[in-house]
């Protein structure tokens, strides 16, 4: 069955399992830390007044995920959809984490395969996908994103980004404003990029990258 809460919840460190047909959960006061949890259809994490923390693998065919201050992973919190990653935050939103999704050797980082966002601060986000696709994403900070396949911006979709530093920790030395770095897979725009405050303000990492139309 389906998984709804509104108002407090407090899941201590263990795993409700990933058999659920969909999860909502808001968190109306303080912060939002969610374990291990999945479902066959969407998953939706808010935190209404506070930060919304990933301590394990979620795992939906959609997942939505809001704060009205940050998101993160912590160690071994990771996210994995075959549908669309969609977040909305104001303080930042940290996605890097990696941890063991599933039983025995499964191990694997973010399993995301299309990514939309919207922060006033950075956002940040590493991932294992055949092809990542960035839908509209909008960040007052920059934008940083590494796949270990391709990365192609969706047709139509816009890229916004108003960032002047590379945050600290991210796994990439940047010399200039657009950095690509050689990791197997390709990065394709159909979209548009805009930086109009920029000084580093996207960084974008794929095995190989090839650029082509947007703007």
């Known amino acids: 069955g389906a998984l709804l809460v509104n108002g407090s919840f407090n899941q201590a460190p263990r795993t409700m399992g ?20 999945g ?13 919304l923390t990933i301590n394990n693998a979620i795992i939906g ?18 996210l994995s959809t075959a549908g669309t990653l969609t977040t909305s935050a104001v303080a930042g939103t940290t996605l890097l984490g990696g941890n063991a999704i599933g039983s025995g050797s499964a191990v694997e980082v973010n399993s995301v395969a299309n ?22 994403i909008a960040a007052g900070g920059g ?9 192609t911006i969706a047709s139509g979709s816009a890229v916004a980004i108003n ?8 796994p990439v030395s940047v010399s200039g404003a657009l950095q690509s770095s050689v990791a197997g897979g390709t990065f394709t725009n159909n979209g548009t990029i805009s930086m109009p405050n920029s000084t580093y303000g996207l960084i974008l990492v794929a095995d190989s990258m090839t650029l082509a139309g947007g703007g």
């Open 143 to 151: 934008l940083f994103v590494t796949n270990a396949g391709n990365i």
């Open 39 to 51: 479902a066959t259809g969407p998953v939706s994490l808010t935190a209404l007044a506070g930060a």
């Open 163 to 170: 960032g002047t530093a590379v945050p600290t920790g991210f």
């Open 18 to 37: 990933n058999a659920f047909t969909s999860i909502d959960i808001t968190q109306t006061a303080g912060d939002l830390t969610v374990d291990a949890m």
């Open 115 to 136: 990514f939309v966002a919207t922060d006033s601060a950075d956002v940040e986000l590493g991932n294992t996908a055949t092809t990542l696709n960035l839908g509209n």
């Open 61 to 78: 065919a959609n997942i939505n995920l809001t704060s009205s201050s940050s998101i993160a992973e912590a160690v071994g919190g990771s």
